[in-house]
């Protein structure tokens, strides 16, 4: 698949069939994958497949009070699902069947392979995912090449202590993203929608647009 093609078309893939995924294909996308640009060349992700239907309810299990919290939160409680846009229903969807999706990739990242110069800001810290998320994009490209949907979730993060011992993890790892993993139920889209690159990029300073917008 040409990259570009692959770029505009991994969009989250919410259903997927019950045909698993080949230990050759996920080979494959790791080995890909672990090229991803990271700080100081540290390589501090590693990565663990859940395909055990037991870990997999589990981790529903723990997921699924924090969709309905966030759920609530946008719904108000008072509207059903049906009344909701697709892309809404269709995460509810998936939040209920998370435990059926082929595999789930739990990502973690070694803390001493980490540099968040943006901690001491007084905001949110982010800095420290630049060595960790490019390489899992590089994995969602891969698996989109081989014709495999992704869902990328931090929702479970917030459960990381309980994810932790579930699955043996490390006290110096952190979890930092969760990814469904299948052959998707419907085709790959075509056409992803994404704010006009005249709204998203500046030219010197953030209030001037590099590029006229077009009619």
């Known amino acids: 698949m040409e990259l570009t093609e692959a770029m505009r078309t991994t969009g ?21 994958a672990r090229f991803g640009p990271q700080g100081g060349n ?47 229903q269709d995460a509810d969807y998936f939040a209920r069947h998370l435990a059926e999706v082929p595999a789930i990739i739990v990502v973690c990242a070694a803390l001493d392979g980490l540099h968040p110069t943006d901690h001491e800001l ?13 390489t899992m994009q590089n994995l969602c490209l891969a698996l989109r090449d081989q014709g495999v949907a ?10 990381e202590p309980a994810v932790r011992e579930m699955l043996s993890i490390p006290d110096d790892y952190i979890t930092a993203a969760h990814i469904a993993v299948g052959y998707p139920e419907r ?11 005249e709204d998203i990029v500046s030219l010197e300073s953030f209030d001037r647009p590099m590029f006229a917008a077009t009619v």
């Open 42 to 88: 540290r390589q501090p992700v590693r990565w663990i497949v859940v395909r055990d239907a037991e870990r997999k309810q589990a981790l529903q299990d723990l997921y699924l009070p924090m969709w309905d919290a966030y759920f609530q939160g946008i719904t108000g409680g008072t509207v059903s699902v049906g009344a909701l846009p697709k892309t809404v």
């Open 12 to 32: 989250t893939c919410r259903r997927y069939t019950k045909d698993p995924v080949p230990d050759e294909v996920l080979r494959t996308a790791f080995d890909h």
């Open 122 to 134: 007084g905001r949110l810290s982010v800095v420290g995912g630049a060595s960790i998320y490019p």
């Open 187 to 197: 085709a790959f889209p075509t056409k992803l929608t994404r704010s006009p690159v």
């Open 150 to 159: 992704t869902a990328v979730t931090t929702l479970l993060c917030h459960e």
